[in-house]
């Protein structure tokens, strides 16, 4: 079993990365996140704030693509980062940081991949989509980023029924819960890789 330093990537409420962090507080994963990547002011930095844990926020269009690459490189070396999870960051990560951690980027999205994915689909959208297919079955998916959005292999994914008179915000709910617990056993997964 390896211990991971995870940077996180955020632009919201950063309620899964609560949890992963809550995971590994508890000891049921051995990582541990130690940076927090934000494009904005997201609420979701004052827990890991909080907590102490290195926050930043790191706004594209205020830097030059260079530098505005680099800075997070820089981070990173300093943190010893080896793990990255978004954690409904709504921005794509340059390519050039994707290359240098592929397979060791991941990704959770609150529907089953890979249907229900790409640029657009994120929040209430995903599970309106679902429900205006008729779908029988929704739930998350943890999977690896490649270049593309909600594209790269997936790892772990969790089917939910879909029930009678389910609302989007129903879905997103009960989505949003099996996420908390699916992104810890995830980051899990990856620690007990070869
Ligand atoms: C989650 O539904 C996740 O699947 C998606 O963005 C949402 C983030 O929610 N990528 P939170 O900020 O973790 O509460």
């Known amino acids: 079993m390896r211990s991971y330093n995870i940077a996180a990537y955020i632009s919201g409420s950063g309620s899964n990365l ?12 051995a990582s541990k996140v130690v940076l927090v990547i934000a494009d904005k002011e997201a609420d979701g930095l004052k827990y890991p704030s909080s907590l102490g844990i290195d926050t930043a926020v790191i706004v594209r269009r205020n830097l030059p693509r260079r ?18 999870i978004l954690a409904g960051y709504l921005k794509k990560i340059p390519d050039e940081i994707i290359e240098k951690f592929r397979g060791r980027i991941l990704n959770i999205h609150p529907a089953l991949l890979p ?30 980023v490649d270049e593309k959005y909600d594209h790269g292999d997936i790892l772990l994914q969790k089917k939910l029924r879909i029930e009678k008179g389910e609302t989007a915000e129903s879905l997103q709910k009960r989505v949003l819960k099996i996420e908390h617990k699916i992104y810890p056993e995830a980051v899990k997964l990856i620690e007990d890789m070869k």
Do not use: C, W, Y
């Not at 609560?18 to 994963?29: L, Q, W, Y």
């Not at 530098?67 to 990255?84: A, C, Y």
């Open 18 to 29: 609560k949890a992963v962090i809550e995971s590994s507080r508890k000891g049921e994963i």
């Open 67 to 84: 530098e505005f690459i680099d800075v997070q490189l820089r981070l990173f070396e300093k943190h010893g980062i080896n793990l990255i």
């Open 115 to 144: 249907k229900f994915g790409g640029k657009g689909m994120h929040g209430m959208n995903v599970h309106k989509a679902v429900l205006e297919a008729g779908e029988e079955f929704s739930g998350p998916t943890v999977h690896f």
